[in-house]
């Protein structure tokens, strides 16, 4: 992240609504996400099938404590600290309790997008813990790329139920995450 | 399911993005302090001679070391809620010291060493002991749930700056039912009342507030 006025300013259109704005970030985020995650797993010496998995955990995090973001401050610490978080609670899960420390690898917010490495929880794996309903929202939006409209439509409900539900989904998504203890 | 998908999601939920922090938190505190008023209507009463009160110094600088203290647990836990904790909010504490020290100098100063004392002891110190943290309890258990939203950087200090927020709004319903405004006796008895809601706070929190 080597201009981070312009991640605070993504941010803020983002609270304003404005979803590409929002896209961009968390994309950019991701991209972050993977070294330090890389990094963190390889200071483990823990293999980097799990990166994957730590990168969407931390940015479900981000994205459901968003509103802990303050303005006034810049958003690289804040998300420095939500990964920094998420990295040591996952080492801790499975049984590494040394000291992380991701403010070494600060500098690779400036590396170019790598791909993504590690594979995440299987997809059905995940979200068969669901009830069906946020289940098939999910996979509507998310694996079909469906607007949260057209899922309604599918589903006979109105959009603002679709939403409420997939924010109950994403919720529930956390808690598979966390309470993950493999 | 692939990063990108699951970014998909995120960006079609628009739940909640736009309730600062800020508001749940006052929200939380105005609830739990309104059943607590019902408490002290009920079980309590303010003090009979609450007009006279106001003209007296002791009483005004007993409002004013407990109002200075719910801004500064207010900003607190607002620090405490957050993964970056910023240190901005111990200005808040400022204006609480400066009344406990002028308003403790004055005392001093005016009172006979003999009677320091009595006015330390009080009569209403086990009912302060208990009141503050029978006040505290219904805006700390709304507090606690509230933070739940929140990504504290230390969910232990997050619970105790719960704990001292909801002890400070105690406190401030509590000072109108008391008489004893001796500030030997406020600063004692308040500030032990509040210690174990801010442990039970930190003892919750441990828990309740991981994230």
Request: charged residues 20%; glycine residues 6%; hydrophobic residues 55%.
């Amino acid at each position: 992240m080597s201009d981070p006025e312009d991640l605070s300013a993504l941010m803020r259109a983002a609270r304003k609504g404005d979803d590409e704005a929002y896209r961009r970030l968390l994309l950019r985020v991701a991209s972050w996400l993977r070294a330090v995650a890389s990094r963190g797993l390889a200071a483990a010496g823990r293999p980097n099938a799990d990166c994957e998995d730590i990168v969407q955990e931390t940015l479900l995090a981000m994205h459901l404590k968003r509103d802990t973001w303050d303005e006034t401050q810049p958003l690289q610490p804040w998300l420095r600290a939500i990964a920094h978080h998420k990295l040591v609670d996952h080492l801790r899960r499975r049984g590494f309790t040394d000291h992380v420390n991701i403010d070494d690898h600060s500098e690779t917010l400036a590396a170019p997008a790598s791909a993504e490495a590690g594979s995440a929880l299987d997809t059905r794996q995940m979200l068969a813990g669901l009830p069906e309903r946020q289940r098939r929202i999910v996979e509507g939006i998310s694996i079909e790329g469906q607007t949260a409209r057209d899922v309604g439509v599918r589903l006979g409900m109105s959009e603002g139920a679709v939403r409420v539900t997939l924010h109950r989904a994403l919720r529930a998504l956390a808690e598979v995450y966390r309470k993950d203890r493999t | 399911m692939r990063t990108e998908q699951l970014v998909a999601s995120l960006v079609a939920d628009r739940v909640g993005s736009a309730r600062p922090l800020g508001r749940s938190v006052g929200q939380a505190l105005l609830a739990g302090a309104a059943v607590s008023l019902v408490i002290f209507a009920v079980e309590f009463k303010p003090r009979v001679d609450l007009a006279a009160a106001f003209a007296t110094w002791r009483f005004d600088a007993k409002l004013g070391l407990v109002l200075s203290a719910l801004v500064a647990a207010s900003a607190a836990c607002l620090a405490m809620a957050r993964p970056v904790i910023t240190v901005q909010w111990r200005w808040a504490v400022l204006p609480v010291l400066l009344i406990a020290v002028a308003a403790l100098g004055t005392e001093l100063a005016v009172l006979p060493a003999g009677t320091w004392e009595a006015r330390l002891v009080g009569s209403n110190a086990l009912v302060c002991l208990t009141a503050i943290p029978l006040f505290a309890l219904v805006p700390l258990t709304a507090l606690l749930l509230a933070l739940r939203r929140a990504a504290p950087a230390s969910p232990a200090l997050a619970g105790a700056a719960c704990g001292a927020l909801a002890a400070a709004a105690a406190a401030v319903i509590y000072a109108f039912h008391c008489f004893d405004d001796s500030p030997l006796f406020v600063l004692t008895w308040y500030t032990l009342a509040a210690i174990p809601v801010m442990l039970v706070g930190a003892a919750i929190g441990r828990r309740l507030l991981r994230w």
